[in-house]
């Protein structure tokens, strides 16, 4: 704890987290379901990122994003699900000082990345459908890498500003968590000082991370439905608004949750409410991604089959 200048006045060395429940059996159907979760969301996520690798014809801007966000979510899992699981079946719940603050900034990193990376694959969308004959030009593989790092830069910064304005506050217990991971809204809770000054940090930085972004994607989406409206088939219409759906379902459940939480103030949460919510936006979303967004598609669907070398991959 010396290593850490803003945890000089706390007392608490770690923490206990509370998770679900206190009954094992139902702490049993919980590990089980989502060890189901995590090991599908891996599977699934993991075959993207291989598809996509290994067929040329997926080299594009699209799926490239497509490649991030399944890392990312893979990544975000991996946060917070394995420690979840152990201590559903494992009596001791604990997590060091030092531990907690690293899940909580990765956790954060991961998560604000993820939310600027949906505005920038609604930039992508937008330049697809709107102006078609320049995309290659727009979309070049500089730009796309440049926009993925910026969103990473951008989570490693805004992150840090959320952990050390959390982690500064003085712990001196009780230590116990009622959440299953070292989240911000959570861990604020057991401070030994005001915290209104981080709920207003907090709600500026969620309009930040969470308004702005969807701002630009709803300005996206207006282009974009304004452009599909032009098209005179309805068959073009449609498989020009199937390309954006998937991506507008995936934005909602993430974001959606994500703002709910850290823009509502601390007096006004609910730590079971606050679990679900993060259950949907850490767990639940990452699961459905792969299926969402990418296993329905035909492209993807084409690389499958190449790879396992069905017959049909030719047709």
């Known amino acids: 704890m010396q290593n850490f200048p803003w945890d000089n006045h706390s007392s608490v060395s770690e923490f206990i987290l509370l998770g679900f429940s206190r009954d094992s059996q139902i702490n049993t159907i919980l590990f089980n379901i989502f060890l189901f979760l995590y090991l599908s969301t891996l599977v699934g996520n993991g075959l993207i990122v291989t598809l996509i ?36 079946i494992c009596q001791k719940k604990t997590i060091s000082y030092v531990g907690c603050v690293a899940q909580m900034y990765i956790f954060l990193v991961l998560g604000i990345t993820e939310g600027w990376l949906f505005s920038v694959m609604a930039y992508d969308r ?11 030009v727009i979309m070049t593989p500089w730009l796309c ?24 506050l003085p712990y ?11 989240e911000v809204p959570a861990v604020l809770k057991l ?13 500026i930085l969620g309009f930040i991370l969470l308004l702005v972004p969807l701002s630009f994607i709803l300005a996206s989406y207006v282009r974009i439905f304004a452009t599909i409206l032009k098209i005179r088939s309805a068959q073009g219409r449609l498989k020009a608004f199937s390309t954006c759906a998937s991506h507008i379902t995936v934005v909602t459940m993430f974001c959606g949750p994500a703002m709910f939480m850290y823009m509502n103030p601390g007096a006004n949460a609910s730590p ?39 017959s049909k991959a030719s047709e």
């Open 53 to 88: 690798h290994l067929d040329s014809r997926l080299h594009t801007p699209m799926y490239f994003f497509l490649s991030v966000l399944s890392i990312l979510d893979m990544s975000y899992v991996t946060t917070t699900v394995p420690q979840m699981l152990v201590h559903l």
């Open 126 to 136: 937008y330049v697809a459908i709107c102006y078609p004959l320049r995309y290659k």
């Open 145 to 168: 890498g440049a926009m993925a790092i910026f969103c990473g830069l951008w989570g490693i910064s805004c992150s840090l500003v959320y952990t050390v304005f959390t982690m500064r």
């Open 172 to 182: 001196c217990g009780p230590n116990e968590i009622n959440h299953f991971f070292c």
């Open 191 to 203: 401070a030994c000082a005001d915290t209104s000054l981080n709920d207003q940090v907090d709600f």
């Open 272 to 310: 079971e409410r606050d679990k679900k919510l993060a259950l949907f936006y850490n767990i639940i979303s990452a699961f459905l991604n792969p299926i969402i967004y990418s296993l329905r598609n035909k492209d993807v669907k084409r690389a499958f089959l190449k790879l396992t070398g069905s």
